[in-house]
């Protein structure tokens, strides 16, 4: 029989990279404040902590990474020039990244990979359970993971993860997951956890993406963790050993998505959320689909 457990109410976002893969644009922009469409790529996750109940985000963030604060910040002298041209529209979409979620910051410091940016969240997160959230994933609303993964947490307590199915040639680029089935279809018990293997080597076709929700009995498994794959502390050592012994800070469960997901992490694939977010927008869709047609037809 499973018991309820404390709702969750913190969000982790780590967001202290370089950005090297999209250089020159990242020497002075942080990535996650890349255009996707008219928002940046930040506010997206944001907004996704905040549908799912999750109103205390605290971002992981280094050096140069000041306009993330400024951009969840209110910005006066932009609202009163808008307010006087009475352009209520823009008003409200620059008020709307202020008002998301109350916002809280803390320095990485050394870039030590996912693991150590976790770790810096503990002071703020506590003894609670927390979820963390990759800034380089874009979950579609219309498709709820982190609150299906919220409700399992509260179900059966410990960690959850997100799992993925992708080809066999591509497990390679993810964390992989061995897994049991559960009662319910989208759930599914985490026994063990590989980072990035081969596909001989996987064992199976489950991918970790960017959305977690941990047990805070990883913060002490973190502390103690050698840096792995990289030279970095990996978190996916962390959940690991979670997984290998419920009674360190309960079970691993994995929920098994199959919505649309964005994924923002490389120059490709960024290009193509943006292409597939427009050609879904009501306002921009329409026009946008049609001129795509046009394009690729005259290409090809």
């Avoid at 990279?17 to 020497?27: E, H, Q, S, Y």
């Avoid at 905040?50 to 209110?74: Q, Y």
């Avoid at 008020?95 to 503990?122: F, I, N, W």
């Amino acid at each position: 029989m499973t018991q309820a457990h404390p709702r969750i109410s913190k969000a982790v976002i780590p967001a202290a990279g370089l950005g090297t893969r999209f250089l020159p644009a990242t020497k002075a922009t942080p990535k996650e404040m890349l255009p996707v469409v008219d928002k940046p790529a930040i506010q997206y996750v944001v907004e996704e902590a905040a549908s799912a109940g999750l109103d205390d985000v605290l971002m992981i963030t280094g050096r140069n990474k000041r306009p993330l604060e400024d951009h969840f910040d209110r910005n006066y002298e932009l609202e009163s020039a808008l307010q006087k041209k009475g352009d209520a529209s823009r008003l409200a979409k620059v008020q709307e990244s202020s008002d998301l979620a109350t916002m809280h910051y803390v320095r990485q410091g050394d870039p030590k990979g996912l693991g150590h940016a976790v770790l810096c969240a503990a002071p703020h997160v506590g003894h609670e359970p927390f979820a963390v959230l990759l800034g380089d994933d874009l979950i579609d609303p219309r498709d709820p993971l982190l609150a299906r993964m919220v409700e399992v947490q509260e179900q059966y307590g410990g960690s959850v993860i997100a799992l993925m199915e992708v080809a066999p040639e591509q497990i390679h680029l993810y964390g992989c997951a061995a897994v049991d089935t559960t009662a319910d279809s989208d759930v599914v018990k985490v026994h063990d956890l590989v980072e990035k293997p081969s596909a001989a080597d996987a064992p199976s076709n489950y991918a970790i993406i960017g959305r977690y929700v941990l047990d805070p009995h990883v913060f002490d498994i973190l502390r103690k963790t050698e840096p792995g794959r990289g030279g970095e502390i990996q978190l996916t050592d962390a959940l690991q050993e979670l997984a290998a012994d419920e009674k360190i800070g309960g079970p691993v469960h994995g929920v098994v998505f199959k919505g649309r997901r964005y994924d923002t992490g490389d120059r490709g694939d960024y290009l193509r959320a943006i292409v597939q977010l427009a050609c879904e927008r009501e306002d921009l869709g329409p026009d946008f689909r049609t001129w795509l047609r046009s394009y690729v037809t005259e290409e090809m």
